[in-house]
């Protein structure tokens, strides 16, 4: 069955470290997100493509940056992890612009 | 920037009764999309019911409902004949029409099914 899962779901790091938290998706979706959730704030976007080449920061950018070499994946990258990043990430993705997003099942992280 | 608030950090509910979510959104849009999501203690968020703005039918999904006011710009969710699966963060997002299909959450409501 096609899916999206993301890799490793859950990760400790200590800050200043690079962190690099995968997202694959089977479904050859167009539309790719990364969000993140902390208590209080829901889901947060942070990143989104629309194709191959194609990046868009979303409200809570900073500090991440990702890039999109092909349809099925979208890695997330935190520069220099900052214990303000410690959340649970979430990658979604959906086959065009008015279609529902489908979720992966998260990454804890938490920065030391 | 759109907006959505969810004013109930937690609800509970008898199983078997019904209970309702509160969802409230900001916009200055005509034509948009609203969702609630679920997610249970897995992490996992699974769709629950989408409506589209433009149309002025509430959408229903077996036991789930929702009541959509647009004028009022509200969007509540009404799980009937709830039970213990039904526990769970329940999230309301809103989603312009016209602007990508960048999803805008709430801050969740936590729902407590009781045996």
Known sequence: DAEITQSPRHKITETG????LACHQT???????????DLGHGLRLIHYSYGVQDTNKGE????????????EDLPLTLESAASSQTSVYFCASSRALQETQYFGPGTRLLVL | AQTV??????MSVQEAETVTLSCTYD?????????????????QMILV??????????ATENRFSVNFQKAAKSFSLKISDS?????????????????????????????????
């Open chain 2, 27 to 43: 916009t200055s849009e005509s034509d948009y999309y609203l969702f609630w999501y679920k997610q249970p203690p897995s992490r």
């Open chain 1, 27 to 37: 479904w050859n979706h167009n539309n790719m997100f990364w969000y993140r959730q």
């Open chain 1, 60 to 71: 809570v950018s900073d500090g991440y940056s990702v890039s999109r070499s092909n349809t």
């Open chain 2, 83 to 115: 039970q213990l699966g039904d526990a769970a963060m329940y999230f309301c997002a809103y989603r312009s029409a016209g602007n990508g299909n960048k999803l805008v959450f709430g801050a969740g409501t936590i729902l407590r099914v009781k045996s």
């Open chain 1, 17 to 20: 470290r690079q962190v690099t």
């Open chain 2, 5 to 10: 608030t969810q004013s109930q950090p937690e």
């Open chain 2, 49 to 58: 019911i989408r409506q589209e703005a433009y149309k002025q039918q509430n």
